[in-house]
């Protein structure tokens, strides 16, 4: 009991040291937003060819497994292929050389998504810069895509980025290795073909609202709170007013409205899906996801990336926008913080199962 005692009192330091930590941090990003919006977000394109990733990886192995005399005569072969490589290319680029037959693209993005699908802008600019050069003849955009949705405005934004790279009539790959639920699998939706690990988690194609009502708290504390609206519908559900059945039922409207225009969505872009067995907000693992048509194929991105290689010149493009001073400072500290409460709660949590 003492030791509980005195856990519980360590627990409120460490929550009190953590509210105080998002404070300063809530202000420092407050700080970089303003300095954005002043200095503007200038970014750049980070560009790295996967080919050679990968072809560097398979050849260390190779090396190590080599006795000196074969890892010297590898690397001279190596070298001496290399070597002529670029003498043909070089000989390609002379004036009345032969042009070279194109060679096909797949241009790798990635998004990561939170509740607000904060990626959207990222993903926005290097869709745009892709667009700028990829033909839809020979060339594919993959999406590793991750995210467990979030905001319903927020993921329509990010899925009609995508909806750009379809709708040029260029091959739309997504591949998901951990989860695209919800709004991650209304950006999935979009893709031409979506491969996924076998324990993906797709699906949840459903809406949900929820929200806390202190109105009660507020009345038994002689508190008034007053909603004054100028329209009939401008708010049906209040945090602290008191909320009516008519309220709830238009809101409960307007969320299953919401819930039609996504499986409308879904329906139109993969219209093999039973949209009706499949739109109950439930949840498949990828090899069930396969069963109902949620996916096209069992495979990591790494598979399919490494398999591309052979046919393409597999590309990885993201936009990454300058970060100031204390944005770092605040990411480092958002970083530091929750890998402390990250500590705790464990602790906690291995001290009540012992």
């Known amino acids: 009991m003492e030791f509980l005692t005195e856990y519980g009192l360590f627990l409120a330091k460490v929550v009190t040291f953590a509210v105080a930590v998002i404070v300063v941090v809530a202000v420092i990003v407050a700080s970089a937003q303003k300095d954005r919006e002043d200095h503007g977000s200038d970014g750049e394109l980070k560009i790295r060819k996967l080919n050679e990733k990968y072809t560097k990886l398979r050849e260390a192995i190779q090396a190590r497994l080599m006795s000196g005399s074969e890892r010297k005569a590898f690397a001279k072969a190596r070298k001496k292929e290399e070597k002529a490589r670029k003498k043909a290319e070089k000989a390609q680029h002379k004036d009345g050389a032969e042009a070279r037959e194109p060679t096909a693209r797949v241009f790798v993005l990635d998004f990561d998504g939170d509740i607000k699908a904060s990626d959207t802008d990222p993903l926005r600019r290097t869709i745009t810069a892709v667009l700028s050069v990829a033909d839809a003849e020979r060339d594919e955009v993959v999406i590793r895509l991750e995210s467990g949705g979030g905001l319903v405005h927020s993921y329509g934004l990010a899925a009609a980025q995508l909806d750009r790279v379809r ?188």
């Open 167 to 354: 709708s040029k009539g260029i091959k739309l790959t997504a591949c998901v290795d951990k989860v695209a639920a919800s709004g991650g699998y209304m950006m999935a939706c979009v893709a031409d073909r979506i491969v996924a690990s076998p324990f993906a988690i797709l699906g949840s194609i459903g809406v949900v609202a929820q929200l806390p009502n202190f109105h009660r708290l507020l009345k038994k504390n002689d508190v008034d709170f007053e909603v004054l609206t100028a329209g009939e519908h401008k708010r049906t559900m209040t945090v602290f007013g008191e909320n009516t059945d008519k309220g709830r039922q238009k809101f409960l409207e307007d969320l299953e409205d919401t819930h039609v225009l996504f499986k409308e969505y879904v329906s139109e872009r993969r219209p093999s899906v039973d949209i009706g067995a499949v739109a109950n907000g439930d949840i498949w693992f990828g090899k069930r996801a396969l069963d109902v048509n949620l996916i096209d194929e069992i495979k990591t991105s790494d598979e399919y990336l490494i398999e591309a290689c052979d046919r393409a010149d597999v590309v990885s493009v993201a936009y990454q926008r300058k970060r100031s001073l204390p944005e770092k400072l605040g990411l480092a500290t958002s970083a530091a913080l929750e890998h402390t409460v990250w500590r705790v709660l464990s602790a906690f949590r291995n001290q009540n199962i012992h």
